[in-house]
């Protein structure tokens, strides 16, 4: 089996790694991947290098794939070999997974489009759970995968979506996907937006626009924490966000995608294997449309991969890894 993985600082590596050691479970599925998806977030504060943590390598990236299922326990009755899955896999060329934590890839949609739901799931927890509900006002912040994701998902939903990202390429993937208005930064003097936004899906991680979503919601507003705050990029005090969160009344919280259970449970509805599976479908129907918004890659060029992500060379918003030649 080969796998990728960070051997050290900026340093992707395809490496031969060991099989699974144990028997097939009756529960799971295992079979030979088709496609990974890049986590740029996650993956590249992995990747790259970091002063505030020591680091063990190496690390074995990887959170989202789709499979040709060829092994299948002896419990599943509703997988065969043959069938398409998705699965939270790691960025290697073979996946095995409990057969409950895999979604069938809908009939006519590519498996190289399927594996994005992945990427849905992360601001579509916050759909799960937010007071939000259309046609409600919802700013999106950060504009990369998961954030121009957030703002196909909420548009489609039903809610108005005001879309905002310094980055000039990323505004225009926005605006060509239907998305308006696309600014550059939040209109925080606009009457016709300020105080009046009943959500903001905060998906960059800056504390700047943490503070300006802040000023931006109206009283009970949410603003939720998507991006995640890898590193201090400004000299804000915390006393700035405290004051609009105690006299403005602001909803702040995280937006922790696994506040949604992986399964369905008896008492809550919603989960995010049900998540993944609907976003499979919105992707089959065109209600989230990402044609010209991804990039596949072979594995075996994973490190100019990541260094193009590192460096805001990637050619695309998204970046996958085609496995189907990686064991030919």
């Known amino acids: 089996m080969k796998q990728i993985v960070f051997t050290a600082v900026e340093r992707a590596e395809l490496v031969e790694a060991e099989g699974f050691l144990q028997p097939l479970a009756p529960s799971e599925v295992e079979g030979r991947t088709l496609f990974t998806a890049v986590s740029a977030g996650t993956e590249l504060h992995s990747y790259g290098p970091n ?3 020591k680091r063990q390598y190496p690390v074995k990236p990887g959170y989202a794939a789709t499979f040709r299922a060829e092994a299948v326990g002896a419990e599943i009755a509703h997988i065969r070999p043959g069938d398409i899955l998705f699965t939270s896999g790691r960025h290697a060329s073979r996946q095995r997974a409990r057969a409950s934590h895999t979604a069938p890839v809908p009939a ?9 739901t992945r990427l849905m799931g992360v601001s579509w927890s916050t759909l799960a759970t937010t007071r939000a509900r259309p046609p409600a006002r919802v700013a999106v912040t950060g504009l ?12 489609t939903a039903g ?10 390429r990323r505004r225009e993937w926005a605006a060509a996907k239907g998305i308006a208005p696309v600014l550059p930064a939040m209109p925080l003097e606009d009457p016709a937006w300020r105080r009046k936004l009943d959500l903001v899906v905060e998906c960059s991680g800056h504390e700047a626009a943490v503070l300006d979503a802040c000023r931006m919601v109206r009283k009970r507003g949410e603003v939720v924490l998507v991006g995640v705050p890898w590193v201090r990029k400004t000299d804000i005090y915390a006393h700035e966000i405290l004051r609009h969160v105690f006299y403005d009344f602001v909803d702040l919280r995280s937006g922790w995608e696994w506040e949604v259970p992986d399964l369905p449970t008896d008492f809550r509805s919603g989960s995010r294997m049900e998540i993944f599976a609907a976003g499979m479908r919105w992707l089959a129907d065109g209600r989230v449309d990402v044609d010209d918004l991804y990039a596949t890659v072979s594995p075996f060029e994973a490190q100019m991969a990541y260094q193009d992500l590192a460096r805001g060379r990637a050619e695309r ?12």
């Open 51 to 53: 002063e505030a943590e």
């Open 108 to 116: 006519g949609l590519p498996p190289e489009k399927a594996v994005i």
């Open 144 to 155: 990369g995968p998961v954030g121009h994701l957030a703002a196909q998902i909420f548009r």
């Open 159 to 168: 809610y108005e979506v005001l879309a905002v990202d310094p980055d000039g």
């Open 317 to 328: 918003l998204i970046t996958l890894f085609d496995w189907r030649e990686a064991e030919a």
